[in-house]
T-cell receptor, first 116, second 114 residues
Framework: GAVVSQHPSRVICKSGTSVKIECRSL??????MFWYRQFPKKSLMLMAT?????????EQGVEKDKFLINHASLTLSTLTVTSAHPEDSSFYIC????????????FGPGTRLTVT | KNQVEQSPQSLIILEGKNCTLQ??????????LRWYKQDTGRGPVSLTI?????NTKSNGRYTATLDADTKQSSLHITASQLSDSASYIC?????????????FGSGTRLLVRP
């Protein structure tokens, strides 16, 4: 199956700093990428959807100025958590859907963010 | 309201035993139903995807069923192994505004003991 990677897998940062998470589709062109957040023992919550070359669409309650999403190419999307706060500590997972694929989404391995 | 409910919330079984996980959904218009396995600290991995016309689909020791009339699905795991310990998530896809959306269930946490 298609492969989606995330980097880093784990990151610890101090309050007030910004941290960038990368999501790459390794063997296909991802026209749409999704960013999810997952709390312990809970299911995935969609944060935003991004189409290559256009602005991301954020879900209700997600601050677009805090969670900056860039989908500049067909293989790379980035999520930047700005002015990180301990409550931003979570597991962030990206997912990608390819060109012509009407419904198949491939998930990345996730990034564990801890804000101290 | 589009919803996906899974049961049980958690399950403990002995290695080698079989188990069945349940998923009920109220999603419309239905596109497809997927089962994912998520190991702790990892992203979800697809096990099966079923469209409206498919009643059953197997992937090794995993067999998923779908009853589109009653809007129920099950995931049966045969001859469980310790590596089956994970969360199993039922996800239903529907079409809205010309794009496919996913509704996630809360998952069933399975623990297989030796």
């Amino acid at each position: 199956g298609a492969v989606v990677s995330q980097h880093p897998s784990r990151v610890i940062c101090k309050s007030g700093t910004s941290v960038k998470i990368e999501c790459r589709s390794l063997d296909f062109q991802a026209t749409t990428m999704f960013w999810y957040r997952q709390f312990p023992k809970k299911s995935l919550m969609l944060m935003a959807t991004s189409n290559e070359g256009s602005k991301a669409t954020y879900e209700q309650g997600v601050e677009k100025d805090k969670f900056l999403i860039n989908h500049a190419s067909l293989t790379l999307s980035t999520l930047t958590v700005t002015s990180a706060h301990p409550e931003d500590s979570s597991f962030y997972i990206c997912s990608a859907r390819g060109r012509g694929s009407s419904y198949e989404q491939y998930f990345g391995p996730g990034t564990r963010l801890t804000v101290t | 309201k589009n919803q996906v409910e899974q049961s049980p919330q958690s399950l403990i079984i002995l290695e080698g035993k079989n188990c069945t996980l349940q998923c009920n959904y109220t999603v419309s218009p239905f596109s497809n139903l997927r089962w994912y396995k998520q190991d702790t600290g990892r992203g979800p991995v697809s096990l099966t995807i079923m469209t409206f016309s498919e009643n059953t689909k197997s992937n090794g020791r995993y067999t998923a069923t779908l009853d589109a009339d009653t809007k129920q699905s099950s995931l049966h795991i045969t001859a469980s192994q310790l590596s089956d310990s994970a969360s199993y998530i039922c996800v239903v896809s529907f079409l809205m505004d010309s794009s496919y959306k996913l509704i996630f269930g809360s998952g069933t946490r399975l623990l297989v003991r030796p």
